[in-house]
T-cell receptor, first 117, second 117 residues
């Protein structure tokens, strides 16, 4: 079974600064997808960024980018120019690419990000 | 389309009572998932539907839990004889699966929070 580990329960960053959230995972599969989801307080979870394991190039979405190290099974999220609206719980998630695996996500325990002025 | 809707947003009940949650997915989405999220944890997979067929249930889904998606549109999750350990956020998510699924993204609802006294 796959597992996802987020070792930072809480992180804090000053507005306009850069922060990196860590995520490691364990799998025996070679083809899979990785995601970062953001969950603001009392609001729905939304996708921040996704990475296909077969792609060597790291995904980027505006101020959000990932550092995907497949051999190390590491998938960190970098938020540049942090904004107050970035404050939320961030979840790293894994999904198998194997056909017939239900496409269900396995989540980490989350990192709560605080953004200070 | 207003996204994935869940109702009620918060339910407080006494131990032993039955509760039912409803999820209305995005209309064109053929796959619907239920997850449970307890305090300080990431969401955990409970079950999923492909159209009206329930294709997989987690071991977390005890006999007291039942889910339906009668016409392949909305879904209900019923918990009978609730226990304090059932207190959690119940999340619904949907997506449109074609073929092997690819990197399709789940769209989550805001969740239904259950408090069992």
């Amino acid at each position: 079974a796959q597992t996802v580990t987020q070792s930072q329960p809480e992180m804090s960053v000053q507005e306009a600064e850069t922060v990196t959230l860590s995520c490691t995972y364990d799998t025996s599969e070679s083809d899979y997808y990785l995601f970062w989801y953001k969950q603001p307080p009392s609001r729905q979870m939304i996708l921040v960024i996704r990475q296909e394991a077969y792609k060597q190039q790291n995904a980027t979405e505006n101020r959000f980018s990932v550092n995907f190290q497949k051999a190390a099974k590491s998938f960190s999220l970098k938020i540049s120019d942090s904004q107050l609206g970035d404050a939320a719980m961030y979840f790293c998630a894994y999904r198998s690419a194997s056909f017939g695996t239900a496409s269900k996500l396995t989540f980490g325990t989350g990192t709560r990000l605080q953004v200070t002025l | 389309d207003t996204g994935v809707s869940q109702d009620p947003r918060h339910k407080i009940t006494k131990r032993g009572q039955n509760v039912t949650f409803r999820c209305d997915p995005i209309s064109e989405h053929n796959r619907l998932y239920w997850y449970r999220q307890t305090l300080g944890q990431g969401p955990e997979f409970l079950t999923y539907f492909q159209n009206e067929a329930q294709l997989e249930k987690s071991r977390l889904l005890s006999d007291r839990f039942s889910a339906e998606r009668p016409k392949g549109s909305f879904s209900t999750l019923e918990i009978q004889r609730t226990e304090q350990g059932d207190s959690a956020m119940y999340l619904c998510a949907s997506t449109q699966i074609q073929g092997a699924g690819g990197a399709n993204v789940l769209t989550f609802g805001a969740g239904s929070r259950l408090t069992v006294l």
